[in-house]
């Protein structure tokens, strides 16, 4: 069974800057890409960052240069950096990952619990 656990998140101003995590635990030969959606009320999930195996990075128009992905393929987990944080950055935010238990078994996907991130003053 696979898991992925977040962790971070909480209430911040506007400005500032808050960190999150993801670890995948279980029975796992690959996870690629891994990254970050989120989902504000009355609104579609929508991905944030992600990162494939090799480091490309992606990330939605309304982030860039304000948050960065890492991740750690030997640890499968990763991060997401957000900085300059605004009101509309407000959402719970859920880890993804796309990943095979075995080398030849297919790609399924995995959420995690999902992670509040509030911005407000």
């Known amino acids: 069974q696979v898991q992925l656990v977040e962790s971070g998140g909480g209430l911040v101003q506007p400005g500032g800057s808050l960190r999150l995590s993801c670890a995948a635990s279980?029975?796992?030969?690959?996870?690629?890409?891994m990254g970050w959606y989120r989902q504000a009320p009355g609104k579609e999930r929508e991905l944030v960052a992600a990162q494939t195996i090799t480091g490309s990075t992606n990330y939605a128009d309304s982030v860039k240069g304000r948050f960065t992905i890492s991740r750690d393929n030997a640890e499968n987990t990763v991060h997401l950096q957000m900085g300059s944080l605004k009101p509309e950055d407000t959402a719970v935010y859920y880890c993804?990952?796309?990943?095979?238990?075995?080398?030849?078994?297919?790609?399924?996907?995995?959420w995690g619990q999902g992670a509040q991130v509030t911005v407000s003053s």
């Open positions: 279980g029975t796992i030969f690959s996870i690629n890409p």
């Open positions: 993804y990952a796309a990943l095979k238990i075995g080398r030849f078994s297919r790609v399924n996907d995995y």
